[in-house]
């Protein structure tokens, strides 16, 4: 069994095995795509092929529309072949928290395209009238167009003094293409960021009319361009929320999909030195909210399941997200769990503390401030993460990649929470266990796990800037409130004056009953969870 035209040509071999394959003529989609795209998506990644192109596989299925989606790869054209080998065929296995495993081949996939703003091939694209959306998972790095010291990055300041079709930056190219959109006929486009980002239609919108704004003040571009860019009857950046976890293609799944007879599975290393792999595998649970401001019209995806509401209510599902009912349990299991050594966040889920403490976090610390955004329940939300998403057992992702850029993540995951408190008038000395996973994160950072053992920090963009703070702290040493008082402090991290909330010296002392001994971390969670769920009984 070979993932290509050729290999699935006898079906009767992949359903027998459970596959689930492309229902409709393949042929006739890839024609009628070309001839009339609807839907281009920069980013041809896991997430693109799992969600994004599943959702229309989804619908030619069902009958539902008879055209797929081009992807875009705009840093590496051996993705390019690396797809082309399989004829831009991917495998989705889709694993369930039961223990089951959907596979599904999806053909949705018209033709993958490399992002040149001088290639023939990606103009017509772009410029067709019929074209409706331009989508991205980029990641939020790919709207940044400077570096930590706020000096626009060199491809990107080059750009803004050069012609669109001699761009070099990502949305520099994006733009460009924007640009020949304008000039050769003026359609309509929605502009649609899918990336896992509060206000991301926003933030691409500034990132592009900056590349608008300098074009027209250097006279590269004529004025008209930023009218154009800026009327949202002709171009639109919609804000969306999306929520789908898909870690890099697993050995493990690998290992089964190779049990079933497909061949040629193996990743690929490409010359530029990405790493391919021809299937993806994702959790079940998605969630993808769009803002309905579409001036050339959309695909029907609510047909397969996603939401069209307006801007307010998807502000109102990401911070509902962000800041009580996903991402701040996903960090409190990141930040304990590497200290708790621990490799997947599922094991945690089989810790009966660290189960209570999210639960608590959530439920009891988080629900009381959340702001319901109607279409979605926050506390359905919060079932589903805790009783299917967390302990999924096929899911393969690691406490270690979710502390990435943690310092990034506490203001909005804990310091929201803790300003609502405060804007509602509530009692923060309700709140016990956030305060302990803040607590949490500086006993992390000294990189030494509840065993006395070091280990290896995630990235951070602040390690250089906190881990001096901690560098000479020991298991067993009693630490003053002054000594932590640099990270404390620091409201960028936290996102509120710990001080005048009377919040650091909490903090303070739980940290020190993280360090007094080995197992100490263990210790105080188990300690602080069972003293919170008899306050909660109260």
């Known amino acids: 069994m070979k993932l290509s035209n050729e290999g699935l040509k006898d079906r009767a071999a992949w359903t027998s095995k459970g596959y689930s394959v492309p229902e409709y003529n393949r042929e006739e989609m890839i ?221 493990t799944v690998e290992e089964l999909l190779a049990a079933d007879g497909l061949e040629d599975l193996d990743p690929i290393k490409t010359p530029r030195g990405s790493f391919v792999a021809p299937f993806v595998n994702a959790e079940e ?71 209570n403490m999210i639960k608590i976090i959530g439920y009891d610390e988080g629900l009381p401030v959340v702001v319901n955004p109607g279409i979605l329940d926050p506390k359905d939300f919060i079932d589903t993460v805790i009783n299917v998403r967390f302990g999924n057992p096929f899911m393969p992702d690691s406490p270690q990649r979710i502390a990435t850029d943690t310092s990034q993540k506490l203001s909005v995951r804990f310091g929201e929470t803790i300003k ?7 009692d923060l000395g309700k709140l016990s266990l956030i305060p302990m996973v803040q607590a949490g994160w500086i006993r992390y950072i000294m990189g030494i796990d509840d065993n006395g053992n070091e280990f290896e920090v995630s990235a951070d963009p602040l390690l250089d800037e906190v881990r001096p703070v901690v560098a000479d702290i020991k298991l067993g040493d009693q630490v003053t409130e002054e000594k932590l008082r640099p990270i404390l402090s620091n409201q960028k991290i936290y996102g509120v004056d710990l001080y005048e909330l009377g919040l650091a010296d909490r903090i303070v002392s739980l940290f020190n009953r993280m360090i007094a001994k080995k197992g100490a971390v263990a210790e105080t969670i188990h300690e602080e969870v069972e003293a919170a769920k008899a306050a909660n009984q109260k």
Request: charge should be negative.
């Open 31 to 251: 024609v009628a795509t070309k001839e009339a795209p609807v839907w281009i998506h920069f980013g041809a990644g896991n997430l693109f092929k799992a969600y994004q192109a599943n959702l229309m596989n989804t619908l030619l299925n069902n009958g539902k529309i008879n055209k797929g989606i081009i992807a875009v790869e705009g840093f590496d054209k051996g993705i390019i072949d690396a797809s082309r080998a399989h004829d831009d065929y991917a495998l989705l296995a889709t694993l369930k928290s039961d223990g089951s495993i959907d596979k599904t081949v999806i053909g949705s996939i018209a033709e993958v395209v490399f992002l040149d703003p001088t290639d023939e091939s990606i103009i017509n694209i772009f410029t067709n009238p019929s074209l409706q959306m331009a989508s991205f998972t980029i990641t939020e790095k790919g709207y940044a167009l400077t570096n930590a010291a706020g000096e626009y990055l060199p491809a990107v300041a080059a750009d803004f003094t050069r012609a669109p079709e001699k761009a070099e930056s990502y949305l520099g190219k994006v733009t460009a293409l924007l640009y020949d959109r304008f000039k050769k006929n003026g359609a309509p486009i929605a502009m649609v960021s899918m990336d896992n980002c509060s206000h991301n239609g926003q933030k691409l919108k500034d990132a592009m009319m900056t590349y608008v704004d300098n074009w027209v003040k250097n006279g590269i571009v004529e004025p008209a361009f930023r009218e154009y860019v800026t009327n949202e009857e002709k171009v639109t950046f919609p804000w969306t929320m999306i929520d789908k976890i898909t870690p890099r293609p697993d050995t």
């Open 285 to 355: 649970t998605e969630y993808l909210v769009i803002e309905d401001k579409f001036p050339n019209g959309r695909p029907n995806l609510e047909d397969a399941g996603v939401i069209f509401t307006d801007r307010e209510t998807v502000n109102k599902v990401e911070k509902m997200k962000v800041t009580t009912c996903l991402n701040p349990l996903h960090t409190s299991l990141a930040v304990f769990g590497c200290l708790l050594d621990y490799k997947l966040i599922s094991k945690e889920m089989e810790n009966p503390d660290l189960v």
């Open 420 to 426: 609502s408190y405060v804007a509602e008038g509530l």
